[in-house]
């Protein structure tokens, strides 16, 4: 069981990026995806979550308007498309599976995740 997040790099304020994970060794079409952030110094927190019925719960309110989520059940894969970056943006940004198939109601309980992800890096330069 594997998820891998990746697209993560360099971008300038402004810009965007677009991150994956793709699962393998399971089918992700029956669970919750989330996706998390951790800055340097900073806890863990929960960015934005989609349900098994394409249903968007965002944790993070700064994200609001900027980040979208969708996922492709066809490529076991969801997607994390992050416009109009700021540097506080910058961060580890982490995927993880639900228990459940829709979103837990909030992202700080790391046991509502089944599986989870490497980071993929991600710097907003000013």
């Known amino acids: 069981v594997q998820l891998q997040a990746s ?14 994970c793709a699962a393998s060794g399971f089918n992700p079409r029956y669970y919750a995806i989330g996706w998390f952030r951790q800055a340097p110094g900073k806890e ?7 349900s098994t019925g394409r249903i968007d719960t965002y944790y993070a309110d700064s994200v609001n308007d900027r980040f979208t ?3 492709d059940n066809a490529k076991n894969t969801s ?13 580890d ?7 459940t198939n829709t979103c837990p109601a909030n992202g700080r309980r790391k046991s509502d995740w089944r ?5 993929t890096q991600v710097t907003v330069s000013s």
């Open 79 to 91: 997607y994390l498309q992050m416009n109009s970056l700021k540097p506080e943006d910058t961060a």
């Open 7 to 20: 697209g993560g790099g360099l971008v300038q304020a402004g810009g965007s990026l677009r991150l994956s």
């Open 93 to 99: 940004y982490y995927c993880a599976t639900a228990w």
């Open 44 to 50: 863990r927190e929960g960015v934005i979550c989609i």
């Open 69 to 71: 989520i969708f996922r």
């Open 115 to 119: 599986y989870w992800g490497q980071g």
